[in-house]
């Protein structure tokens, strides 16, 4: 007995620049962030909401009434982060703040630069640091800061809501960073498709031998544990003619990509077919896996010159 | 629909995994499985006995698009089945579960959910559930945001930190009698994660699965011995951004519970809140009416284990687990999602006398 293999990770970075149009409120406001100007809207019941909605959180009536708040405010709650996580607005202690600002009735969230949690306190007057850099997004407030000053009582102004080249979209860059980790059955395959092994696991209630195995029988819904080394001959079940080439995929069109029953697997496999030419492949070439120098899969399937498989031995597995 | 159903349905099987911070040697299905399997051995029944099967997950937590058809193997999928999905906590499958069953299509179902929070940085993921336009590109993570809330509830003189490690010390006190809890048994508060918020205010990270089994009328009956009928069941949703909402109060909770019966009838003698803050359940306590006199979180909540997208339905299953078992007769069940309580499901179980 061999010590089973430490369980396979890796690196797995999920990354998404999401394009956003924006309706025309949300474009006025991102705008007037640009220009060093806060709007808010007007609901019917007269309230001014910052940051501004299309739609009533309430009633659900549109609303497209703008205004000019000013850029000073309360802090409504706090709370103080001692250590900033990536992507957040500072990278310094700071505190996430809600602020209703000068002329407003709701709060928008935000970062304080205080120098510690006993320079904070509910009720305390900030107003916002600019951005050097502004773009149109909630990041043109770089910040709030602490502002010695009452508040000034105006009320929000009417406001048209235009500016020259107005922003119209948003791009939402996210990046997650994940440990992958593919659990028992599959480290259990990629171990053994390094030795250039394929090793499926049968079902122990139907003796189908899944592979790439997944650890469950999706018919049965148990557990799948035997391994069951399979191929490394195979029929080809079905194929397509590949004809556009992939972008950085160093492979010359066409080509022949095929599902590939492995001699003793209960379904087929994918896989691409060379060392014929493409318009010769057929459904029951008899193939085997071609592994490039030091490669941890089947680079492609070649035919090994048998006959041709007869239809009734890989028909259940199309 | 919320109230009144026209059939009765009870859930009459409950499974859970233990939540461990790391499950790295288990893919999901390999985590799910067994809890599957555990919960259709409490009634008998085969997957292909089952009428309606729905479950609850999240792609943002794998990160892996359609992660949830992979767990499908686990309860047999093939040939094909009568199948949902939500992108939610397993709570809203149930919900999806009972109202299929109210409509007479079926009279059993299964619902499960599962999470693994162990392959990313669940603060950060969490985010990316933020509205996009002005939240999102803060990054202002699920504690922080959190945090706000407990500070707003202290300023209103409703709490304070003593009253909150209160909650946290009364919860994994409550999880020694877990076997499936991730943390059990005192701990220290230790420091501020997000001030007001301590590590001991917040849930454990971690992964874990859990199923329960839904049936109508006698078919209940027969496979369960104490069915824990579901009197009523609705959800609500508040505003998204959180600067139009009062935080110390919930009224997504309070209409949710109306809706569900929660304030006629019998007093609970249980109620299983799905607070992952200890501030939170400061806040349901209030939109609840709870008194002392309700027994909350014996099973220690998600103080002592959050698996993101199953502790929701986790709050149900052990809800129903007290009356199956004889120990509670009328519990209430709340399940929350997105961030500072913002979407809310309240469900009113009972059993039935016992005959002997």
Avoid at chain 1, 145 to 152: F, H, V
Avoid at chain 1, 292 to 310: C, I, K, L
Avoid at chain 2, 64 to 89: Q, Y
Avoid at chain 2, 234 to 248: C, F, M, N, P, Q
């Amino acid at each position: 007995m061999t010590a089973t293999p430490a369980t396979l990770r890796a690196p797995l970075v999920v990354e998404f620049p999401f394009t956003r149009s924006l309706g025309p409120v949300q474009a006025a406001f991102l705008t007037g962030l640009r220009e060093r100007t806060v709007l808010g809207v007007r609901t019917e019941g007269g309230q001014v909401l910052v940051p501004p909605v299309e739609y009533d959180p309430e009633t659900a009536a549109e609303l497209r009434e703008l205004v000019e708040v000013d850029a000073t405010g309360t802090v409504t709650t706090w709370a103080w982060n001692p250590d900033p996580r990536p992507g957040q607005p500072l990278d310094t202690p700071f505190a996430w703040v809600l602020v209703r600002l000068d002329g407003a009735d709701t709060a928008l969230l935000h970062a304080l630069d205080a120098p510690g949690p006993e320079h904070v306190r509910t009720g305390m007057r900030v107003r916002v640091r600019w951005a050097a850099e502004r773009t149109g997004a909630i990041t043109d407030i770089a910040c709030f800061e602490p502002y010695d000053s009452e508040r000034d009582a105006a009320p929000a102004r009417p406001h048209d809501g235009l500016f020259d080249e107005p922003v119209t979209g948003i791009v939402a860059a996210a990046r997650l960073d994940y440990t992958y980790s593919p659990g028992r059955a599959q480290t259990d395959y990629l171990h053994a498709l390094a030795e250039h092994k394929t090793v499926g696991e049968r079902c122990p209630s139907c003796s189908k031998v899944y592979v790439p195995p997944r650890g469950a029988c999706p018919t049965c819904g148990v557990a799948t544990t035997e391994p069951v080394e399979v191929g490394p001959r195979g029929t080809v079940t079905t194929f397509c003619i590949v004809n556009i080439k992939a972008k950085n995929l160093d492979i010359e069109v066409p080509y022949v990509y095929a599902h590939i029953a492995l001699d003793g697997a209960g379904l087929a496999l994918h896989g691409r077919i060379g060392g014929i030419p493409y318009d010769q492949v057929r459904m029951g070439l008899r193939v085997e896996p071609v592994w490039s120098e030091d490669g941890r899969y089947p680079d492609h399937y070649r035919p090994t010159g048998e006959p041709d498989a007869d239809y009734d031995t890989y028909k259940e597995l199309l | 629909m919320s109230r009144d159903p026209s059939r009765d349905v009870a859930i009459v099987a409950f499974a859970q995994s233990d939540s461990l911070r790391r499950t790295d040697d288990l893919s999901e299905v390999e985590m799910l499985m067994p809890v599957l399997h555990d919960v259709l051995r409490q009634t008998g029944l085969k997957t292909s006995d089952i009428g309606f099967t729905c479950s609850g997950s999240s792609d943002y937590l794998a990160g892996r698009a359609f992660s949830f058809t992979m767990a499908l193997d686990g309860v047999g999928a093939w040939p094909p089945i009568s199948e949902s999905h939500v992108e939610m906590d397993g709570a809203w499958a149930l919900y999806e579960a009972w109202v299929k069953i109210l409509t007479g299509e079926t009279d059993t179902a299964l619902v499960y959910s599962y999470g693994k929070s162990s392959p990313g940085s669940v603060r950060d993921v969490l985010t990316r559930q933020l509205d996009p336009y002005y939240l999102a590109p803060l990054w202002p993570d699920s504690v922080a945001l959190a945090a706000l809330q407990a500070q707003a509830l202290i300023d209103a003189g409703e709490t304070d930190e003593p009253a909150l490690a209160g909650i946290a010390a009364r919860s994994r006190d409550a999880a020694v009698g877990n076997p499936h809890a991730q943390l059990r048994g005192a701990r220290p508060q230790g420091d501020h994660v997000v001030a007001p918020l301590r590590q001991g205010d917040c849930p454990p990270i971690g992964d874990g699965a859990a199923a329960v089994i839904l049936a109508a009328g006698d078919r209940a009956r027969e496979l369960c011995e104490r069915p824990a009928w579901i009197r009523g069941m609705d959800h609500r949703i508040e505003a998204h951004s959180l600067g139009v909402r009062d935080l110390t109060d919930s009224p997504s909770t309070r209409l949710a519970a109306r809706r569900a019966g929660a304030f006629d009838g019998a007093p609970f003698d249980t109620a299983e809140l799905h607070a992952p803050f200890t501030s939170q359940e400061v806040v349901l306590r209030k939109a609840l009416k709870l008194d002392e006199t309700v027994r909350v979180n014996p099973s220690g909540g998600a103080l002592a284990a959050n698996p993101v997208m199953a502790a929701g339905l986790i709050r149900l299953g052990e809800a129903a687990a007290g009356i199956h078992r004889g120990e509670s007769d009328r519990a209430l069940a709340h399940a929350t999602s997105g961030p500072c309580l913002q979407q809310n499901l309240v469900a009113v179980l009972e059993g039935e006398p016992h005959v002997r």
